[in-house]
């Protein structure tokens, strides 16, 4: 039972190049999230999906796009990277309805140059 | 909408001393305030939770109050140990926790 897993760790983007942050979920969970974290920011929620087949933005939703592929995993696009998206991006997932109980994956540490 | 902000950003106590960190929201409606951990290069993970009907929550050295009124909860560790050391975040959700609104963090360090 791997929880939530997310590729790749590490990643290093020139201006405009594309990209795709995998996530995947062993626990059943119907919910899955994507987060941002930079420097003295918190957590920021970029888009969530609360069951398989459905998408909603959240906070800072501009320069992505997201798949939830089927229940176990969810994708996050971004489509022409910009140095503003140098952050750490989480994945997480919960039971619908228990979405306070989130469970977060490992991270990926992305830089745009 | 929601306003998350988070008192001290940095806190340094003495092992044995307790340690207290204050959020404030800005929007009535939320309902549902979790607290998080975060150590050094790892995931964030949940460590306590409060719901609005709540006034306060205990788990052994942790413990949460909230206090709708002025709009503000705060987390209490007692007994700080070494491995209390990580980053802390607040949170709050209007939806029992589908979308939600994180502190900025405070940074815990407990000295031997």
Not at chain 1, 58 to 68: D, F, M, T
Not at chain 2, 37 to 44: A, I, V
Not at chain 2, 73 to 80: A, D, P, Y
Request: charged residues 20%; proline residues 5%.
């Amino acid at each position: 039972n791997a929880g939530v897993t997310q590729t790749p760790k590490f990643q290093v983007l020139k201006t405009g190049q594309s990209m795709t942050l995998q996530c995947a979920q062993d626990m059943n969970h119907n919910s899955m999230y994507w987060y941002r974290q930079d420097p003295g920011m918190g957590l920021r929620l970029i888009y969530y999906s609360a069951s398989e087949g459905t998408t909603d933005k959240g906070e800072v939703p501009n320069g992505y796009n997201v798949s939830r592929l089927n229940k176990r995993e969810f994708s996050l696009r971004l489509e022409s990277a910009a140095p503003s998206q140098t952050s750490v991006y989480f994945c997480a997932s919960s039971w619908r309805d228990r979405a306070y109980e989130q469970y977060f994956g490992p991270g990926t540490r992305l830089t745009v140059t | 909408g929601e306003n998350v902000e988070q008192h001290p950003s940095t806190l340094s106590v003495q092992e044995g001393d307790s340690a207290v960190i204050k959020c404030t929201y800005s929007d009535s409606a939320s309902n549902y305030f979790p607290w998080y951990k975060q150590e050094l290069g790892k995931r964030p993970q949940l460590i306590i939770d409060i719901r609005s009907n709540v006034g306060e929550k205990k788990d052994q050295r942790i413990a949460v109050t909230l206090n709708k009124t002025a709009k503000h909860f705060s987390l209490h560790i007692t007994e700080t140990q070494p491995e209390d050391s990580a980053v802390y975040f607040c949170a709050a959700s209007i939806d029992y926790g589908q979308n939600f609104v994180f502190g900025p963090g405070t940074r815990l360090s407990v000295l031997p």
